[in-house]
């Protein structure tokens, strides 16, 4: 220790020092910097960050807050993760045209590359679930009986055994599942819009979702086959007893006309 | 086709035949010699049915029960009432595995394995809804032409109790493929019953031998919906038309026709064919139904767990206003002290469903009571001649219809874009205030009809033609009815409503009234009195007139 603090005022030791903190800045550079692609995705990313920000202030803001924070008019979005607003704009939910007792399903007004500035911006606002791997939600890969007997016991009770929607109070509703993308289902599993509960990974795991998705598939599609003949849209008993009373009774009072005017009346008179 | 008047001249000739009778004849006679089937068959072929296709409502009733019974018999070949748990292997790819009730499983093989299953149960149950909405329209058409009076009401009771008894059957064979749907409905049973104060868990305990569900419940249920309620239905069907024969048919007023004869045509042979092709037409169309669109798709509905619940869980539509009822009844609960619960959610609406039924049953004695009308009746009144009893029935009709709707609540909400909330609130209020209204209406209605009639009788039928006069004056041109049709806008008896007598005596002193008789003769001027009758044209009005309107 002597001879370093013999040497300390000798006129070179600041340049030994400025030497010494630049080789160490550098080496720590060397090793600690990202790698140059990462570097590009990153960028890409804060673009990407960038442009969703423009479009949210444009077509959100005015209800979820500028900073997404929520207001009167909407709920905050920190946290809900890139995968609801998939879900809520993708659907054409969000934006809504107007306010009312929940958002009703509409053509999608952004483009899937809007879509995903959006979610990459409101996803840098706080952690949430990401939009999920395509072979996450693969109907082929899930089991349609398993799904089905889970899906009576997490989703029937609102949305019907077949997914044909059913009412919630005050004028909401379970909407109709039919057709619906599987990776728009996977995604309401996930972050459980507007009135539905939601079901992380925790509660019903990839696989469950997986087999409800292929339950769905076997089912709830315009390719489902339907071996009775007209589903009258899968909606239980209300459905047929009207058309029991219209066009069932309708067609044979009809026939009872027909067969109560065919008479021997030509010997009558 | 022979006709009646030609079928004598046969009967002459047949004693010159010397040779070996014809087969038919030979069967006759030996079916006569043992069975005595002549006099019944001389009496019966010649029964006369009137003419009208509102008479052939009944016999929708009558085609649907025998498709229901054949359909039925078939479908028992294969369905296994047992709720033994087994694992499903079958044809139906998403329900692999699976484990169900014996019941569900070979329910869902009639489906997908047996020959023709899956349409024989469509037929099966679009038949009980054709047969339940045939009774009702029945008996509306019985209803409103007051065709249940004297000699017909003990008829109406038999045709009430099938009524009943179908809503039952019905019930039974809706729980027995012991699918979700299934389920749920024998669960709000279950509710219902334990509902019932003081003896309701001991007739749980009874009828379903355990707790829910246990496994009693689908083998009983199989035994009341395959041999006894269509056992006692098939008897009342039986006498119900032994009667018909018995009274002999109803038929709306017309030249000719009175009340101590019927103007139609023979059941032989007229009827017979009429009867048998309308049987397979009925058949065509019940089984053209089926063939297209799927009732109860049991496939998807999955096999019932009491954990499992479904929304759009609602009985058979003839069983929607119990379930309406359920859903407008507010969750009223009160617990005695002492800790005993009464459910009135449940109590309220177990206790009006049989009310509303009762009704139906007990309204012609009803009517009879008040109008004291003791004499016989078959010629159809047209529903405007009676407007209290036709109002009277268009508010139950309402109330039928505003339950029913309470118990698609959730469908409406949903395709009508509504709240459910509002729904319910308008049904709960509905209940009480439309029928109500309807009542007033109907009589309005019926009081301008009879305005109508009145108008038509005396003036005759608007032409349409404006005829200008010499000096000026624009008329139009009624054209006068022809007979018949006076005859049938006049023919109905027009009562005076009945008194209670003067308040006091010859003395001045007040008599003693009995209250009851008060409220008799009350309702007696609703039926009778101002407001529901406009007094028909007398004929010398209808002289008067047309003597003096001549160039009309």
Same mark, same amino acid.
């Given at each position: 220790m002597k001879k370093l603090s013999v040497r300390r005022r000798h006129p070179l030791a600041a340049f030994v020092v400025l030497l010494l903190a630049l080789a160490a800045t550098g080496g720590l550079y060397a090793t600690l910097a990202p790698a140059d692609e990462a570097q590009a995705e990153t960028s890409a990313q804060s673009l990407a960050i960038e442009e969703g920000k423009r479009l949210y202030e444009v077509g959100c803001s005015s209800c979820h807050g500028r900073g997404a924070q929520g207001g009167s008019d909407g709920p905050s979005l920190v946290g809900v993760g890139a995968a609801s607003v998939d879900f809520q704009v993708g659907t054409g939910r =969000? #934006? =809504?045209a107007q306010t009312g007792p929940q958002a009703p399903e509409k #053509?999608?007004?952004?483009t899937q590359a809007e879509i995903d500035q959006l979610a990459a911006y409101i996803a840098s606002l706080g952690p949430g679930p990401n939009v999920p791997e395509e072979s996450a939600y693969d109907p082929a890969r899930g089991d349609a009986a398993r799904g089905g007997e889970l899906f009576r016991s997490n989703c029937s009770q609102c949305h019907n055994f077949v997914g044909s929607g059913g009412a919630l109070t005050n004028g909401k509703e379970a909407p109709s599942l039919r057709d619906v993308e599987p990776r728009y289902i996977f995604e309401a599993m996930l972050t459980g819009p507007q009135n539905m509960p939601s079901f992380p990974d925790t509660t019903l795991t990839e696989q469950d979702k997986l087999d409800i998705i292929a339950w769905l598939d076997e089912v709830a599609t315009s390719e489902s086959p339907s071996p009775g003949g007209f589903s009258l849209g899968g909606y239980g008993p209300v459905g047929e007893g009207l058309f029991a009373w219209t066009f069932g009774i309708g067609a044979l009072i009809a026939v009872a006309v027909w067969i109560g005017a065919r008479s021997t009346k030509a010997r009558k008179s | 086709m022979s006709t009646a008047t030609e079928s004598p001249k046969t009967t002459a000739d047949a004693p010159k035949n010397r040779g070996k009778a014809p087969a038919g004849e030979r069967v006759a006679d030996w079916a006569d010699g043992r069975l005595g089937i002549y006099s019944l068959a001389k009496a019966n072929m010649r029964k006369i049915f009137p003419d009208h296709w509102s008479f052939l409502l009944g016999e929708i009733c009558l085609y649907s029960f025998v498709i229901l019974i054949l359909t039925g018999v078939y479908l028992t070949l294969f369905f296994v009432p047992s709720m033994a748990e087994v694992e499903y292997h079958g044809s139906f790819e998403p329900m692999q595995g699976l484990l169900m009730s014996e019941a569900y499983a070979s329910a869902l093989d009639i489906n997908f394995e047996v020959r023709g299953g899956l349409l024989v149960r469509q037929i099966h149950h679009w038949a009980a809804l054709i047969f339940v909405v045939g009774i009702f329209l029945h008996m509306f058409r019985v209803f409103f032409t007051g065709a249940f009076r004297k000699p017909r009401e003990v008829n109406w009771l038999f045709g009430f109790l099938l009524l009943v008894l179908a809503i039952f059957t019905g019930l039974t064979g809706y729980s027995l493929p012991d699918d979700s749907l299934s389920g749920i409905g024998i669960r709000l049973m279950e509710a219902a019953i334990l509902a019932v104060p003081v003896v309701g868990s001991y007739l749980q305990m009874f009828i379903f031998g355990g707790e829910f569900p246990g496994h009693d419940i689908i083998p009983r249920f199989f035994v009341t919906h395959v041999l006894l309620l269509p056992g006692i239905m098939l008897g009342l069907v039986v006498a119900h038309l032994i009667l018909i024969v018995y009274h002999k048919h109803t038929h709306y007023a017309g030249p000719g026709r009175t009340n101590e004869n019927v103007v139609g045509y023979p059941l032989l042979p007229v009827y017979m064919a009429k009867a048998g092709g309308f049987f397979f037409l009925v058949f065509g169309v019940i089984t053209m139904i089926a063939a297209t669109v799927t009732i109860n798709p049991i496939w998807l509905l999955g096999p019932y767990r009491p954990d499992q619940v479904s929304t759009d869980a609602q009985p058979d539509w003839y069983l929607g206003f119990s379930e309406g009822l359920v859903r407008m009844m507010p969750g009223w609960e009160w617990v005695i002290p002492g800790g005993y619960t009464l459910n009135f959610g449940l109590l309220i609406p177990l206790a009006v469903f049989p009310a509303m039924l009762a009704v139906i049953g007990l309204y012609p004695f009803f009517e009879s009571w008040v109008t004291k009308d003791k004499r016989e009746h078959h010629i159809a009144q047209r529903p405007r001649n009676s407007p209290t009893r036709t109002g009277l029935g268009v508010a139950w009709l309402t109330a039928f219809g505003v339950t029913t709707i309470g118990g698609g609540n959730d469908l409406f909400a949903v395709h009508f874009n509504l709240s459910i909330n509002a729904i319910t609130w308008f049904c709960r209020i509905g209940f009480f205030v439309l029928p109500v209204l309807a009542f007033f209406i109907t009589r309005r209605i019926c009081m301008g009809l009879q305005r109508r009639d009145r108008d038509k009788v005396l003036h005759g039928r608007e032409t349409g033609i404006i005829k200008r006069l010499p000096h000026g004056e624009f008329v139009e041109v009624h054209q006068p009815l022809p007979q018949d049709q006076l005859h049938v806008l006049t023919s109905h008896d027009q009562a005076t409503p009945m008194e209670v007598g003067p308040e006091t005596d010859e003395n001045g002193v007040r008599r003693r009234i009995n209250p009851v008789e008060r409220v008799r003769a009350r309702l007696s001027r609703t039926y009778y009195g101002e407001q529901a009758q406009i007094p028909k044209p007398t004929s010398e009005e209808y002289h008067e007139i047309t003597s003096g309107h001549g160039h009309h």
């Open positions: =969000m #934006p =809504m #053509p999608a007004v952004y | -």
